[in-house]
Every structure is written in structure tokens, then in C-alpha cells.
């Protein structure tokens, strides 16, 4: 077998299986009647959080009441700028 020294254009596809476990790939950009290798790897794609789990999943922020009194400074700015 002889392999041929060339640069391979790599395409990434997202699909979904069809009925009777069918995957279809188009590819427009590739030549008709060129070999290709097709991969198929399955994602695992996590669970949104919802309501307080979302909540609780967030970092902890820290903040001293120095820098709690400047957020507060700037929402108030933010405030006063609308009932201009």
C-alpha cells in the first residue's frame, strides 16, 4: 500500500443519528469520488443547571466592604444616568 505524502483537509460535522442508528454526513467542499475517513465519536454533552442548583454551582465571590461600597457607588451612578 502506498501512502501519498500530501496535506489532508480535516472538516468537523455535528449530525444526529437518524432512525435505524443512520448517520448522514454532506460535504460539499469534497470532491466526488474522493476516499475520505469518517470518525464518529459520541458527545457527551453536560446538563444545563436550572433555578438554585444553577445559583449554588457559581463561584463564591469575596468581596471586602470597601469594594462592595464602590459596586454600590457605580450602580447608583448607573441609576441616576437613567432618570436623566
Do not use: C, N
Request: proline content about 7%; overall charge negative; cysteine-free.
Amino acid at each position: 500500500m502506498e501512502v501519498e505524502s500530501t496535506m489532508s483537509k480535516v472538516y468537523k460535522l455535528v449530525t444526529t443519528v437518524r432512525p435505524g442508528h443512520r448517520v448522514e454526513v454532506t460535504t460539499p467542499e469534497v470532491e466526488v469520488g474522493r476516499r475520505v475517513e469518517v470518525t464518529v465519536v459520541e458527545e457527551q454533552l453536560p446538563v444545563p443547571i436550572r433555578g438554585r442548583a444553577f445559583l449554588h454551582s457559581l463561584p463564591r465571590i469575596q468581596h471586602t466592604p470597601e469594594e462592595w461600597s464602590e459596586i454600590d457607588r457605580q450602580f447608583q451612578e448607573e441609576r441616576d444616568a437613567w432618570e436623566r
